[in-house]
């Protein structure tokens, strides 16, 4: 069974530039959830989808936005981008939609320049 | 707002003994505990679970311990092995969401 995939891997965007990530979850899992890490910040949540729709989402500005398709899989947008949102991007997916573990992907090593 | 702590930042154990890793948190609503290894540039790697009705859960040389009274997470590793050397995190997620909130990581180092 193939595992929680990210493309790009890498990626060089010049500030006020835009970016989209994408993210393909493990086949039979409807949710998704997208993850920040920095090393001052360490891991936060930034929103999780389910079944298309936006189930929660964590506290960061509107520059950050997401969607999911009906495949389950999953693309983040960030607009306007700022040298601060330089981060690993993780994407997980999960089986149930509470009450299971997240399995994550290699994630999106963003450098905003 | 610092929900999950982990604040031993790092530990260092001898090969074959027991690694104890310790984690905090502050919301009595969390019902739902995992543990994750890391490895630079990668993703977290899940290791194991547990709900907030149990007090241990076991696999392998891993067994997650939960005080709820105390709000206190442990994971323990026996017995330990070099490839274990990572970074550990703990996360914690309440109700019906996959919201996982993550401690700042313990980096455990195993010497041979």
């Known amino acids: 069974k193939a595992g929680v995939t990210q493309t790009p891997r890498y990626l060089i965007k010049t500030r006020g530039q835009q970016v989209t990530l994408s993210c393909s979850p493990i086949?039979?899992?409807?949710?998704v959830s997208w993850y920040q890490q920095t090393p001052g910040q360490g891991l936060q949540f930034l929103f999780e989808y389910f079944s298309e729709t936006q189930r929660n989402k964590g506290n960061f500005p509107g520059r950050f936005s997401g969607r999911q398709f009906s495949n389950s899989r999953s693309e983040m947008n960030v607009s306007t981008l700022e040298l601060g949102d330089s981060a690993l991007y993780l994407c997980?997916?999960?089986?149930?939609?509470?009450?299971?573990?997240?399995?994550f992907g290699q994630g999106t090593r963003l450098t905003v320049v | 707002d610092q929900q999950v702590k982990q604040n031993s930042p790092s530990l260092s154990v001898q090969e074959g003994r027991i690694s104890i890793l310790n984690c905090d948190y502050t919301n009595s609503m969390f019902d739902y505990f995992l543990w994750y290894k890391k490895y630079p540039a990668e993703g977290p790697t899940f290791l194991i679970s547990i709900s907030s009705i149990k007090d241990k859960n076991e696999d392998g040389r891993f067994t997650v311990f939960l005080n709820k009274s105390a709000k206190h997470l442990s994971l323990h590793i026996v017995p330990s092995q070099p490839g274990d050397s990572a970074v550990y995190f703990c996360a914690a997620s309440a109700g019906n969401f996959n919201k996982f909130y993550f401690g700042s990581g313990t980096k455990l180092n195993v010497k041979p």
């Open positions: 997980a997916s999960s089986f149930k939609v509470t009450g299971a573990e997240a399995f």
């Open positions: 086949s039979g899992h409807r949710s």
